[in-house]
T-cell receptor, first 113, second 114 residues
Framework: KNQVEQSPQSLIILEGKNCTLQCNYTVSPFSNLRWYKQDTGRGPVSLTIMTFSENTKSNGRYTATLDADTKQSSLHITASQLSDSASYICVVVSGAGSYQLTFGKGTKLSVIP | NAGVTQTPKFQVLKTGQSMTLQCAQDMNHEYMSWYRQDPGMGLRLIHYSVGAGITDQGEVPNGYNVSRSTTEDFPLRLLSAAPSQTSVYFC?????????????FGPGTRLTVL
């Protein structure tokens, strides 16, 4: 069964600090991996999409890495801001059959002053 | 562009009532889908459509119906609401069902069934 596991479940950091969120998956065959940011009471918004051949991708202060061999991804947030407080969801797209997305449960990040 | 819009934002139903959650997109996207998000769980796919007139079931379709008469609209119908359908519902769209096609999500509908 395809699965996406995220850690930690929740994280509290001070404003200005860096943090790294983890994502492990067992989706096979693999097509691409996505990170979404979901603010409280809003829909998810795409941060990055990485295919098999990409091992690093940046979007401003967000940098995602992908190791397709170990089936792991991380999302690094640099110089955190209060507006980074949100849930971050890892999503893996299967490379077989119909367009199928497997969602992680998310990491809830709180940035405090 | 308004993107993906959903109405209503909040709804309270009694067990057994029916209702329709509305979803519309103005990006001319072919692929649209409905998800539900429950505490402690990842988003789960209810139904999806790869184009007008074509729909299919996702992971958790029971108790829900969909239709796609136009490219823009993809309503989700609850036939006879049950407390287990209390959830936040998200509609999403993408240009195609190609595997690298980016998905855009609506703001969600928070549904409570008493």
């Amino acid at each position: 069964k395809n699965q996406v596991e995220q850690s930690p479940q929740s994280l509290i950091i001070l404003e200005g600090k860096n943090c790294t969120l983890q994502c492990n998956y067992t989706v096979s065959p693999f097509s691409n991996l996505r990170w979404y940011k979901q603010d409280t009471g809003r829909g998810p918004v795409s941060l990055t999409i990485m295919t098999f051949s990409e091992n690093t991708k940046s979007n401003g202060r967000y940098t995602a890495t992908l190791d397709a061999d170990t089936k792991q991804s991380s999302l690094h947030i640099t110089a955190s801001q209060l507006s980074d407080s949100a849930s971050y969801i890892c999503v893996v797209v299967s490379g077989a059959g119909s367009y199928q997305l497997t969602f992680g449960k998310g990491t809830k990040l709180s940035v405090i002053p | 562009n308004a993107g993906v819009t959903q109405t209503p934002k909040f709804q309270v139903l009694k067990t057994g009532q029916s209702m329709t959650l509305q979803c519309a997109q103005d990006m001319n996207h072919e692929y649209m889908s409905w998800y539900r998000q429950d505490p402690g769980m990842g988003l789960r796919l209810i139904h999806y459509s790869v184009g007008a007139g074509i729909t299919d079931q996702g992971e958790v379709p029971n108790g829900y119906n969909v239709s796609r008469s136009t490219t823009e609209d993809f309503p989700l119908r609850l036939l006879s609401a049950a407390p287990s359908q209390t959830s936040v519902y998200f509609c999403a769209s993408s240009y195609s069902s190609g595997r690298t096609s980016e998905q855009f999500f609506g703001p969600g509908t928070r549904l409570t069934v008493l």
